[in-house]
């Protein structure tokens, strides 16, 4: 029986749509492989969820297991496939019934999540770009309740911070008194602002562009290696 879940993969800060495509046959000889240029998390996440659906109540039948993570050429990481994997096992074996998908709507959710032994649903990376792409898809995400609150922030457009409640709003003085701080006009200053240097003087080179781009935003370590002078490399990096 083939099951078909929706899932996700990261690709630096863009989260791009995955299948996550689940075969069991329980007359076949016992084994089970995931195909897909998946890593070595990847690859342990059979372990994690037979363990968690076990001591959840589910046991594992003896048979042959494939999962199949689609689009195969590109290289999946991570424990975010946990979830969509016990989802898809527990379909092909009965447990979720077909009746059961009007409800949950497999064709229509995202899934995306890392299982702890005991069953329990624990936070991915890329919660954010997951949402993001979820929605962009026209379809719903199931993730952990901590990141839930996150992503919706981030699908309506607000701040990560949560707003205060009516009744701390009442016991501080500050916040009947001093109006809040409009939030800052980041476009306008990127507009107003006359760096002396800038990217725009450098022609092509846009995997190099982006590359460092990411690095600055997000503090990361990068190596430049310089094959010979005057080949442009300092001059993107001064940048």
Known sequence: MLARIRSG???GIDALPCEVEVDFDPTAIERALIVGLPDAAVKEALERVRTALTNS?????PGRLLINLAPADLKKEGPVYDLPIAVGLLFVQGVIQSRDEASLDFRATVFAGELALDGRVRPVTGALALASMAKASGARSRRPRRQRRRSRDRRGHRGLRRAPSPRSSASSPASSTSPPLPPPDIT???QTAKPPIDFADVRGQESVKRALTIAAAGSHNIVQLCPSVGHG???VATR
């Open 233 to 235: 490399g300092g001059g």
């Open 188 to 190: 306008g200053l990127l």
């Open 9 to 11: 993969l990261l690709q």
């Open 57 to 61: 109540g589910y046991m594992t039948p």
